[in-house]
């Protein structure tokens, strides 16, 4: 980032908010991704927010008196605001004004790079802005023009709402497609029953590093809040031989703006879409417990409680007494993630939700073994050699593979 722009943080905390200070840490960490030095934060207790500037009017006054004498580029509220709130604050603290949805949308538009992340950046962007336009248009820099409103490409938006809303239904009609072609895609594998894992995690905790490490891929990887926007999947043939596909997501954030889940309801049903997850935590971060809580929540919101789970401890070398365990019963892996049977991890996983299987098979037909190791995973392959058969034993998943292929007549 070229340009460095001076900011504070202003925040309400409200008897209902679990950890108004992790929060508010988040939000420096996110502002400081995008360039913006944040100068100081300033909380104020309050039973709810107030409706006309989101904190009392006196607070502003007397945060406003404390940067008198410094230029200060940008206010950044802690939650979503309405374009009242936001021009109720700006009269006081004389500078431009941005919220934390603005922050991840600009987030967003700098990590977006497939055509269809960029499409769901802009809609969400677009989104945003509508209930904020007034009268005939708006100056698009008393909303935070550049940060907050940058869309990809760093193109203008046209203000008129009717251009506005135009293009909102082009873009939908365009994610239309892609996500057809996805559907499409998902169909093909539903009907091939190929099963997929997912990971999921919150932002920055290592899904990547481990999507690379089990796939041998070389997916972008970097120590940055939403590195990862556009979903990505590998084949992974585990150390039975059985086939699956292992895909990266986005990463889960707190109080993630409602118009964002619903723009990237497509990425993130492609994690919605798995037969195991793969949650992600970094073990060396400080609020490793609301960061857990935060991705089992929109896991919720997303139907995907019932899809079987496997915790991943990431960076456990830094602290490696140092353990989070939920109240849940989930199967746990305290594992430096350079470990190199993380798949075999996986495996043993899979089998406790799979169904077993047993199959004997004339020494002749290597192509119906070569393919039970590939759709299913082969535990025990005993060799009988007078009645020259093989015995297998092994785990499936739904949709008796091992029938399938014992049942099919060699061509």
């Known amino acids: 980032m070229t340009e460095t722009f001076k900011g504070i943080i202003i925040a309400v905390n409200t008897p209902d908010r679990k950890n108004i ?46 940067y008198e004498d410094i230029d200060i580029d940008y206010v950044i509220v802690n939650d979503e605001i309405t374009a009242s709130q936001n021009r109720s604050i ?25 055509k269809a992340g960029q499409l ?45 809303n135009q293009r909102i239904k082009e873009i939908r009609k365009q994610l239309k497609v892609i996500e057809s072609h996805r559907e499409r895609y998902r169909e093909n594998r539903n009907r091939n029953q190929v099963v997929k894992v997912s990971l999921v995690g919150y932002t920055n905790a290592g899904k990547s590093s481990l999507f690379n490490t089990m796939a041998g891929s070389d997916t972008f990887e970097e120590d940055a809040l939403f590195a990862t926007l556009d979903p990505k999947t590998r084949q992974l043939i585990l150390p039975s031989g059985f086939e699956c596909v292992l895909s990266d997501t986005v990463g889960f954030i707190q109080n993630l703006p409602t118009t964002l889940v619903e723009s990237f309801k497509s990425t993130l049903e492609e994690a919605a879409d798995s ?8 073990n ?24 079987p789970s ?36 996986l495996e043993t996983f899979m089998k406790k939700h799979m169904e077993p299987y047993k199959a004997a098979l004339p020494l002749a037909e290597t192509q119906k073994l070569y393919d039970l190791k590939r759709h299913t995973i082969v535990d025990e392959q005993e060799l009988e050699e007078e009645e020259e058969m093989y015995r ?17 007549n060699e061509e």
């Open 120 to 164: 769901q950046v802009e809609l969400a962007q677009l989104q945003y802005l509508v209930p904020r336009l007034r009268g005939q248009g708006i100056n698009l820099s008393r909303l935070g023009a550049g940060i907050g409103t940058r869309g990809p490409g760093e193109t203008k938006l046209e203000t008129d709402r009717r251009h506005i």
């Open 275 to 282: 037969d195991f997850l793969i949650h992600v935590i970094d």
């Open 392 to 408: 297998i034993k092994g785990y499936e998943p739904e949709g008796s593979w091992s029938k399938r292929i014992m049942e099919r």
């Open 284 to 307: 060396s971060s400080e609020n490793l417990e609301t960061h857990y809580d935060t991705v089992k929540d929109l896991v919720k919101q997303l139907n995907m409680e019932h899809i």
């Open 310 to 345: 496997l915790v991943f401890f990431n960076k456990t070398d830094i602290d490696d007494n140092k353990y989070y365990t939920p109240s849940e019963a989930h199967e746990f892996v305290h594992k430096n993630m350079e470990s190199q049977d993380i798949q075999i991890m």
């Open 90 to 114: 700006e009269e006081i603290m004389d500078t431009r004004i941005i919220d934390r949805t603005q922050v991840i949308l600009d987030i967003f538009s700098l990590r977006a790079h497939s």
């Open 21 to 66: 200070e992790t929060e508010v840490s988040e939000l420096i960490s996110l502002a400081e991704s995008i360039g913006i030095e944040i100068l100081g934060n300033h909380v104020q207790n309050r039973s709810r927010m107030e409706p006309r500037s989101y904190v009392g009017s006196g607070f502003l006054k007397e945060v406003f008196e404390q």
